[in-house]
């Protein structure tokens, strides 16, 4: 059975930092791809960030290219994101998403989700 467990979010001032962290188990991710998405209250989810595990290229929404850097550990099963410069925007809950393919990166579309992890930004 396959699990995505999120750590690291919380309580954040704007212009503060956070890592999240996405550790997969019950199988093996390193020929697919894993990313961040988030859901703001009354919004629909979106992706934030996509790594393709073996190659590590990246694709980023807009609104946080040049503050969040999505990283993998592939020996660990893990990914990363590191959120810089945060913005009240940013609030919201983040969930870890894998694919068994590379593809998934290009389509957005991910087989395993976790439960999300809950990162606040305050004014």
């Known amino acids: 059975q396959v699990q995505l467990v999120e750590s690291g979010g919380g309580l954040v001032q704007a212009g503060g930092s956070l890592r999240l962290a996405c550790a997969a188990s019950?199988?093996?991710?390193?020929?697919?791809?894993m990313a961040w998405f988030r859901q703001a209250p009354g919004k629909e989810r979106a992706l934030v960030a996509a790594?393709?595990?073996?190659?590590?290229?990246?694709t980023y929404a807009d609104s946080v290219k040049g503050r969040f850097t999505i990283s993998r550990d592939n020996a660990k099963n893990t990914v990363f994101l590191q959120m810089n410069s945060l913005k009240t925007e940013d609030t919201a809950v983040y969930y870890c998403?894998?694919?068994?393919?590379?593809?998934?990166?290009?389509?957005?579309?991910?087989?395993?989700w976790g439960q999300g992890t809950q990162v606040t930004v305050s004014s």
């Open positions: 790594i393709t595990m073996s190659s590590g290229t990246t």
């Open positions: 998403a894998a694919g068994s393919s590379w593809i998934s990166r290009i389509t957005g579309k991910f087989d395993y």
């Open positions: 019950g199988r093996s991710f390193s020929n697919g791809a």
